[in-house]
């Protein structure tokens, strides 16, 4: 399978790290020169080139996978001639499969929400509607996940916009501590190593995320406390008022 990129940012970049790493290795891919840095350092890796232009990506590709911000989008893939017969796989939050069938007059479309977690195989990529390559693409790079209803997918991709929210969590987490006397690089080695462990641990299937949480909630102790005051002010409502926000946003609501 040869794979052509248009689109050449973090994702692209662990997505083909992932490939290259897993049982899809011989599968090779052209990337196009937008973000040459990256381009270059990928290409450094077996069965990698970069194209002249985005054109010269179409040309090479048995599948195209559609990387690019949905802020230029339109003007990214509007003068390109892509070929109807050929899958296209998006990766371009907001940009429905009506829409991506009017720029690229492709006939085979799926749309995918792969994560960087890709790049270790260890990401569930939710692909509407489960397109074979995609499925056996991003199966490669951890667990593909079929999805046959749009609002279902909607929701997924809401689901995946709290990470830059778990990541501040930790960084509010690590600034009280070097507020109340711990010296920051300390504080933040700490929490680093906290969040790394439970991120271990919400790994195990055999305990619900609820059960999780009062498993690491003593009654009366001091977990319990923080997370009670967490949502009794707001801070589980403002989270879901968030996605709520999201959810319309990717929905076109």
């Known amino acids: 399978m040869h794979l052509g990129f248009i689109g050449t940012g973090t994702i692209t970049a662990h997505i083909v790290r992932g490939l290259k790493a897993s049982a899809l290795a011989d599968w090779s891919v052209t990337l196009s020169p937008r973000s040459a840095e990256v381009a270059a350092a990928l290409a ?64 085979d479309i799926c749309r995918a929400i792969p994560l960087p977690s890709v790049e270790a195989q260890a990401c569930v990529t939710p692909v509407y509607p489960p397109q074979p390559q995609a499925m056996q693409l991003f199966a490669a790079l951890g667990q593909a996940l079929p999805v046959a209803d749009l609002s279902a997918f909607d929701a997924y991709a809401t689901g995946s916009a709290v990470m830059a929210t778990w990541f501040g969590f930790a960084e509010t987490v690590a600034d009280w501590m070097a507020a109340n006397g711990i010296p920051p690089a300390d504080a933040e080695t700490y929490v680093r190593g906290l969040f790394a462990n439970l991120g271990e641990t919400i790994g195990d299937r055999g305990r619900s995320l609820e059960q999780l949480r009062h498993d690491h909630a003593t009654r009366g102790g001091l977990n319990e406390q923080v997370w009670r005051v967490f949502a009794d002010e707001g801070g589980a409502d403002a989270l879901r008022t968030g996605m709520d926000a999201v959810m319309a946003r990717v929905s076109g609501r």
């Open 44 to 107: 450094g890796l077996p069965g990698v080139t970069v194209a002249a232009d985005n054109q010269a990506v179409i040309e090479a590709a048995e599948v195209v996978v559609l990387a690019v911000r949905p802020q230029v989008a339109a003007e990214v893939l509007g003068g390109l001639q892509f070929h109807p017969e050929r899958p296209v796989i998006s990766l371009i939050a907001g940009l429905s499969l009506d829409d991506l069938a009017g720029l690229t007059g492709a006939r």
